[in-house]
T-cell receptor
Framework: SQTIHQWPATLVQPVGSPLSLECTVE??????LYWYRQAAGRGLQLLFY??????ISSEVPQNLSASRPQDRQFILSSKKLLLSDSGFYLC????????????FGAGSRLTVL | AQSVSQHNHHVILSEAASLELGCNYS??????LFWYVQYPGQHLQLLLK??????LVKGIKGFEAEFIKSKFSFNLRKPSVQWSDTAEYFC????????????FGRGTSLIVHP
């Protein structure tokens, strides 16, 4: 079965510091991968998605970036965090062509102070 | 691009009450529709989905949803809620045949009192 691992689960960082959140998946190959941010009362905001290694599409202009160095690895980064980057970050995978259901990871909660 | 509107942001019910959570979307073409649920401390997970066929779909734990194309709606229902249904519920829509990017609503927080 498909599983998603996200780490760290919780992170507290000062403003201006860098960020790296990792997501790895198992039980599938060539998945579509997604980064969402969940903020209270604002639902799920799609940040990035990737259909393959090195292929990243950005949905929202911001100081975050994403990379996909391997088929089953998706990384969310920032060079300098802002207070507004605080939130709950979810990695998700879709099964590829024709597979519409997303499987979500447990999430990473980021607090920027 | 598609968009999703969930009208009820916070719902509080007593056990055994009936539930209906509204979801409307805006997209002129064929869509796939979803409800996801996030129980406290758990992963976001699929509750039910509609791709085609019978517009009344049944999901886990006694939930169902009805796709009404003329109203662009996909409301979630349960005839009798339980305390364990306390969770956040998200409606999502994806344009069929398009990119594999579902758009989510803002979510509805449901609290069920025992």
């Amino acid at each position: 079965s498909q599983t998603i691992h996200q780490w760290p689960a919780t992170l507290v960082q000062p403003v201006g510091s860098p960020l790296s959140l990792e997501c790895t998946v198992e039980g599938t190959s060539n998945p579509n991968l997604y980064w969402y941010r969940q903020a209270a009362g604002r639902g799920l905001q799609l940040l990035f998605y990737s259909v393959g290694i090195g292929q990243i599409s950005s949905e929202v202009p911001q100081n975050l970036s994403a990379s996909r160095p391997q088929d089953r690895q998706f990384i969310l980064s920032s060079k300098k965090l802002l207070l507004s980057d605080s939130g709950f970050y979810l990695c998700a995978l879709g099964g590829g062509a024709g597979a519409n259901v997303l499987t979500f990871g447990a999430g990473s909660r980021l607090t920027v102070l | 691009a598609q968009s999703v509107s969930q009208h009820n942001h916070h719902v509080i019910l007593s056990e055994a009450a009936s539930l209906e959570l509204g979801c409307n979307y805006s997209y002129g073409g064929t869509v796939n529709l979803f409800w996801y649920v996030q129980y406290p401390g758990q992963h976001l997970q699929l509750l039910l989905k509609y791709f085609s066929g019978d517009p009344l779909v049944k999901g886990i734990k006694g939930f169902e949803a009805e796709f009404i194309k003329s109203k662009f709606s996909f409301n979630l229902r349960k005839p009798s809620v339980q305390w364990s249904d306390t969770a956040e519920y998200f409606c999502a829509v994806r344009a069929s045949g398009g990119s594999y990017i579902p758009t989510f609503g803002r979510g509805t927080s449901l609290i069920v009192h025992p």
